[in-house]
C-alpha cells in the first residue's frame, strides 16, 4: 500500500513502514524478500517515482536527523503537507557490499547523488550521518553508505 504524494517536481509513490508491499508493489526484476527487508527499517521509506518513459524508478530515503517516519507516516496518510519533513533525507539505491576486510556481505542503501527529487544535495550529503565503518569489524569502507544489514 502507498500514497501519492508530491517531493519536488515530481508526484512519486511514498511506502509508508506499516504498508505490506504485494506483488504489484515490485518492480520487474526486483526480490521481494529484498524489498521487505528494507521497508521495515525504520529510518528508510521507499519511494517509487514514474518516469516519463512509463517505466518506474525505486529508491529509498533515508533520515540521520530524527526525523520520527512512524510519525510522517501518520501524517501523510491524513493527507497533511509534510514538505519540510523531507528535508533531512538523502535518496539512494540498495546495491549488495562486501566489506574487504572481514568478507561480511551486507543490503546496503547508499546514497545517490543524481536524483531530482530533492533539492541542495550538497548540503544533503554534508548533513547526513552515514555509516562509515563495517558494522561487524569496524574497517572504513566505501563513502556514502546509509543503511547496512547483514545480507541474510
Ligand atoms: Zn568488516
Not at 14 to 22: D, K, N, Q, T
Not at 25 to 41: C, I, K, N, W
Not at 54 to 62: E, P
Not at 124 to 141: I, K, N, S, T, Y
Amino acid at each position: 500500500m502507498y500514497v501519492e504524494i508530491v517531493l519536488g517536481p515530481l508526484p512519486v509513490r511514498y511506502y509508508p513502514r506499516s504498508g505490506a508491499l504485494g506483488k504489484g508493489d515490485l518492480l520487474p526484476g526486483q526480490d521481494e524478500g529484498r524489498e521487505q527487508s528494507l521497508v521495515r527499517s525504520d529510518r528508510l521509506r521507499r519511494i517509487v517515482m514514474p518516469l516519463p518513459s512509463g517505466r518506474s524508478y525505486r529508491l529509498f530515503l533515508h533520515w540521520s536527523d530524527g526525523t520520527d517516519l512512524e510519525d510522517l507516516d501518520r501524517r501523510i496518510a491524513e493527507g497533511e503537507s509534510c514538505e519540510r519533513a523531507f528535508d533531512g533525507a538523502l535518496a539512494g539505491g540498495d546495491m549488495d557490499l562486501r566489506c574487504r576486510t572481514c568478507g561480511t556481505d551486507f543490503l546496503a542503501v547508499v546514497a545517490d547523488a543524481g536524483t531530482p527529487l530533492l533539492g541542495d544535495i550538497a548540503n544533503r550529503l554534508r548533513e547526513h550521518e552515514f555509516v562509515d565503518a563495517c558494522p561487524v569489524c569496524g574497517a572504513g569502507w566505501q563513502p556514502h553508505v546509509m543503511h547496512a544489514v547483514e545480507a541474510a
